[in-house]
């Protein structure tokens, strides 16, 4: 998404713009040889002892109080980013830092500070927050990203969110996903009379807005790759509809008008498709719609049950589990339907099979027992890995950057389902924050 998309987005959020780094202030990075520009400073992917990255997140200097205060923003980022880990404070021996010079490196270096992050936020003669910062590798002693941006003070922790997005890119050679949202099911009341709304939040909690006001039963929201687009399941006093809201202007449509029940609606790559699950009597199809035309193409017809289908990042192929084995099990078959075979083959029950933004794996739920757990495999059914199980967990979501899984656990005495996440590898596992139960989360893509 491009920065005047994202200007527009903040300006129907109520905030202002980010503006265009200011060439008057010196935040340029320090020449690296081509061989050391091209290097990463942490390779994620597994292999050997891993060892997170140890960075020191110095207080930025200027305005110091509020949630929205960027250093506290960017720690609690890096604390659930498994890669990077952000050293207490409390062993600095100054926690703020010139930032216009380099720090002097030895006090980091004592306490095994590998890279170190200065900054400051003011405000302008014209009311708007201007937040600066540098990168500082200490072993070199060179910076090596900086940048300044100025916004409506509003706007405070997306540019934090921004600044641990660059961090992060600059040390692991990856993209970041802090500068993203969630959309999920937001549940109160008790489990026989449970009120479930859409809510949208940034990826740490913060800044939640309900999207729906709880009339109707909600259930899989799903992100458009391409636009603003949510599209959810809604249960009213007629049969499900699969519905299209714009979380920019708040209007929605339903889909189509299909006899029957539809299921697990999701967005082709371009944004241009929807892919959903149809019940026809004791069996389920699957089909597209065009959103532009709104023809329906049907992709299965067979007499199991065909549901929770998603696209290839390319959109070539269609992941789907089915129980036309006998038991669910995950599927691949062309994005036109034809070839379908089944990929996963451990013990259990395999559901919803989502594929990763990179196309490297496809994330699913597994039943063992009274087991389930969060898991991912490759496209071909190879290289399965469980990373997280428990009594219940289901419903995974790909970070944009894909090295992260979000999804929600059910456990019997908490009154209700959490949203987790979890890394790509199974290193880290963090809890996040709602105001209540919630389930069915759904990663954005990243916003800047």
């Known amino acids: 998404m491009s920065r005047r998309a994202v200007a527009k987005l903040l300006s129907g959020l109520g905030a202002a713009a980010l503006s265009a780094p200011l060439a008057s202030v010196p935040l340029s990075v320090a020449p690296l040889s081509a061989a050391r520009a ?3 400073y942490l390779d994620v992917r597994p292999g ?16 110091n109080t509020g949630p929205n205060h960027p250093t506290g923003v960017i720690i609690n980022n890096f604390r659930h980013s498994v890669f990077l880990n952000p050293l207490d404070p409390k062993t600095f021996i100054s926690d703020t830092a010139p930032l216009d010079q380099a720090p002097q490196m030895d006090p980091w270096k004592a306490i095994n500070a590998q890279f170190v ?11 708007r927050l201007q937040t600066e910062f540098r990168l500082w590798d200490v072993t070199s002693g060179q910076q090596i990203a900086g940048q300044q941006y100025v916004t409506d003070p509003s706007n405070g922790r997306r540019v934090a969110h921004i600044i641990s997005d660059t961090i992060f890119s600059r040390i692991t050679g990856e993209k970041g996903f802090f500068d993203t949202r969630v959309v999920f099911v937001d549940e109160t009341g008790s489990r026989d009379r449970r009120r479930k709304r859409l809510a949208i939040m940034d990826q740490d909690g913060a800044n939640v807005r309900y999207l729906t006001r709880g009339d109707d039963l909600v259930v899989t929201p799903r992100f458009s790759p391409s636009s603003q687009d949510i599209t959810y399941m809604s249960f009213g006093a007629a049969d499900p509809k699969v519905l299209l809201l714009n979380i920019e202007t708040g209007q929605r449509e339903v889909v189509g ?9 999701r967005f082709s790559p371009d944004g241009q498709k929807i892919v959903m699950s149809l019940s026809q009597g004791a069996s389920s199809n699957l089909f597209t719609m065009d959103l532009r035309s709104r023809n329906t193409t049907r992709l299965s017809d067979s007499s199991s049950i065909d549901t929770s289908p998603s696209y290839s990042p390319d959109g070539a192929q269609i992941a789907f589990e089915s129980d036309r084995g006998g038991t669910q099990q995950i599927y691949i ?7 379908p075979r089944r990929v996963s083959f451990g013990d259990g029950r395999y559901s919803t099979p989502v594929w990763s933004p990179r196309g490297d794996y496809i994330a699913f739920t597994r039943q063992k027992g009274s087991s389930f757990g969060i898991g991912v495999m490759k496209p071909d059914g190879s290289g399965e890995r469980i990373l997280t199980e428990g009594f219940h967990n289901e419903g995974p979501t790909w970070a944009p950057n894909g090295l992260f899984l979000m999804f929600f656990r059910d456990v019997p005495g908490q009154g209700g389902p959490r949203l987790f996440m979890v890394d ?15 389930s069915d989360p759904a990663w954005s893509p990243l916003l800047n």
């Open 424 to 438: 790509l590898y199974g290193r880290g596992e963090f809890p996040v924050p709602t105001p209540s139960y919630a």
């Open 117 to 127: 992050v200065t900054g400051r936020s003011t405000r302008t003669a014209d009311g």
């Open 48 to 63: 050997g002892e891993f060892k997170p990255v140890s960075i020191a997140v110095t207080n930025f200097a200027g305005e």
């Open 333 to 339: 078959m062309s994005s036109s339907g034809s070839a």
């Open 38 to 40: 091209q290097d990463r």
């Open 257 to 265: 008008n299909f006899p029957g029940m539809t299921f697990s609606p």
